[in-house]
């Protein structure tokens, strides 16, 4: 805002400037265009910088700069080229800066500065627009406009980053840096719209860690939130770029493994197993932890995430009720 304000009262000085001298106005008005000019600019930043809402704060100094606006334009008795310019422009930059809300407030503060200064000023008309006005009122059109679409492209670009971090975020799991279950869910549904399409081995492995209420009973929760954390990494390191580790809620994990058959898929689990099973808990060197692991092949009949997610469950429970710490697939 700080720039975009300099540039504007600086482009915006040369056309008034040049109306004011035609009209052989006072010194001390042109004293005050100067002062509009380059030392607004840096009392609004300063203004707003310290304020305890800056955004309020900056929203005001738009008005005011609206109100200006209203100001110059009677001043310059309505000449008809820099008044246009000038006002279609202020309304522009506080219909980007704050919407229509912004718009409404600084057009009817523009109006009532310009018809109070207008009138005070015995309502002069100036139809002529001067050479010299005309050229000085260009740079203000071309340079700034361009400056504003510079300054919007550059936001946009921005938001829309702003907008893919947000959307990674909302499919993240809040503790560890794992898909949730909104992002296993489409990348299921994804997975089985391709099966649908062309005949392929996909696997989907359910993962509980055994025993995980007595990690939290006996050490803790903050303990169980870095065994969870550890975990999440063996899983990562274990998986490919292609497949998607994600936390499903509380101690359970699931891994989507595309164009895996269950051999692969088999690998991949005893790869987990083993890395999981070097990790100790520094509270108790002597407790080991152990996973059970359930694998689930999609198949012609599955419809849903829902059907997939349940033939994984499915297994996992009969790996549990084998005994826990092993893997079962089906």
């Not at 004011?20 to 002062?35: G, K, M, T, Y």
């Not at 030392?39 to 109100?67: G, M, Y």
């Not at 080229?81 to 919407?99: C, F, H, M, Y």
């Not at 229509?100 to 005070?120: C, D, I, N, P, Y």
Request: aromatic share 6%; hydrophobic share 50%; proline share 4%.
């Amino acid at each position: 805002m700080y720039l975009m304000r300099m540039l504007g009262t600086l482009l915006c000085f040369f056309p008034i400037l040049s109306v004011l001298l035609e009209h052989h106005e006072p010194v001390w008005l042109v004293l005050l265009l100067a002062i509009n000019a380059f030392i607004w600019p840096t009392i609004a930043f300063l203004r707003a910088s310290k304020a305890q809402k800056p955004l309020t704060c900056e929203h005001h100094n738009l008005v005011f700069d609206a109100a200006a606006g209203g100001f110059w334009i009677a001043m310059m008795a309505v000449n008809p080229l820099p008044s246009v310019v000038i006002a279609t422009i202020l309304l522009a930059d506080r219909l980007s800066a704050g919407g229509h809300e912004l718009v409404r407030k600084a057009g009817a503060t523009m109006l009532a500065v310009f018809s109070a200064a207008w009138l005070a000023k015995g309502m002069p008309f100036d139809p002529i627009v001067t050479q010299r006005t005309l050229y000085a009122t260009l740079p203000l059109i071309a340079i700034y406009l361009l400056a504003l679409s510079v300054l919007t492209d550059n936001i946009a670009k921005k938001l829309r980053q702003k907008s893919r971090e947000l959307e990674r975020i909302a499919m993240m799991d809040p503790l560890l840096d794992i898909a949730n279950r909104r992002l296993l869910e489409k990348r299921i549904n994804h997975e089985l719209a391709k099966l649908r399409e062309s005949a392929h081995c996909s696997s989907l492995m359910f993962i509980d860690i055994d025993n995980f209420k007595e990690v939290n009973d006996r050490f803790g929760h903050k303990v169980g939130d870095t065994l969870l954390v550890t975990v999440s990494k063996i899983l990562h390191v274990a998986t490919r770029k292609t497949d998607t580790p994600a936390r499903l809620g509380g101690d359970e994990f699931v891994i989507l493994l595309p164009d895996t058959s269950p051999e692969e898929a088999l690998v991949v689990a005893t790869r987990i197993m083993d890395a999981t099973a070097v990790m100790m808990v520094a509270q108790d060197p002597t407790f080991r932890c152990t996973l059970s692991i359930g694998i689930a092949n999609a198949t012609q009949d599955m419809e849903t995430v829902t059907d997939w997610l349940k033939a994984a469950d499915d297994a996992l429970y009969r790996a549990k009720r084998a005994g826990k710490n092993r893997i079962y697939a089906h």
